[in-house]
Structures are given as structure tokens and as C-alpha cells.
């Protein structure tokens, strides 16, 4: 019987650059997912000098300048970090569908990684939770599959 390969990645990678393109929009949030992105990249051996943090206005802003990065071929992996709040948001399904369709075709278009961290809920007790208290910091998350994402492409090519 032959072994079935298996290639995954691993949470620690060497020699990466990684991105991270922030939205001011809900800054309370979003600053949060922030510092638990950095914190979680650097507690991981990612060197200060290997991540540049980009702000933008709000989600709508976030892909062009994902693209950017993902493009120049500079990065191993680029990180957005938003938060969209149907409460407080009328055209709620458009800023939440359009940034993450957008996010979603950049990372096929380029083969670099996109880690989609905007955060989409209902409401901003929601979106807090997912910031650093009951339900975690989905900025730690993104920082961890980011890290993921790099090194089982590289093992793969
Ligand atoms: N941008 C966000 O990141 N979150 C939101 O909840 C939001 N709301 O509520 O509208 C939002 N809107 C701004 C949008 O992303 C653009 O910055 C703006 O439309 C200018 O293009």
C-alpha cells in the first residue's frame, strides 16, 4: 500500500513579509484585531521589519490596497483587518459583500495569500466579542493563518 502524501502547513515561518491593511472605519474594533495581529506575528519570530501596516478608510478601500501589496511581490502574505456592523451600517451587505469578494478573486489573481479578517456582524456587541473578549481576537486568528497560508505554499512549490 502505498503512504498518502500529506502537505500542510506549520504555524512558524521564517524569512516572511506580511502586510496588514486596516480600516479606520469602527477604529475601537479594528484597532483591537490590530494589536493581536502584531502581537501573535511577532510572538511567532516575525521580525518588526518584515510587516508594514497600511490604513485606509474603511472596507471599501481595503482590496485596492491588498492588491497592491499582493501585487508588487514584496509580501508573502497580506492581512486586512476591518469590522462592518449591520447595525449601524444601511448598506451593510454591500460593504461586507463587496470587500470580501473582492479579497477572496485578489488572492487567486496573484497566488499570495489574502487572510480575511473583517469582521461582519450584526451588531457591535458581536463585534467586540470577536476582538479580544468571549469569542477570542480573530486578528490573532488572521496572524496565525497568514503564517499557515505562507508555509504550505511554500511547500508546495
Ligand atoms: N466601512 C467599514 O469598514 N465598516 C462599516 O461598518 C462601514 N459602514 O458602516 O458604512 C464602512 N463604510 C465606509 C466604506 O467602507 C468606505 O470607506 C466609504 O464608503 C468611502 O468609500
Known sequence: MVDIKKVDGDLTVSNAKIAVVTGRFNG???????????????R??????DIT???VPGALEIPLVVQTFAASGKYDAVIALGAVIRGSTPHFDIVAGESARAL???ALATSVPV????????????AIERAGTKAGNKGADAAMSAMEMISLLRKIN
Open 28 to 42: 475601537f474594533i479594528v484597532e483591537s484585531l490590530l494589536a493581536a495581529t502584531l502581537d501573535t506575528l511577532q
Open 44 to 49: 511567532a519570530g516575525i521580525t518588526s521589519g
Open 53 to 55: 501596516v497600511s490604513h
Open 104 to 106: 477572496s478573486s485578489i
Open 115 to 126: 487572510i480575511n479578517a473583517i469582521l461582519t456582524t450584526d451588531t457591535i456587541e458581536q
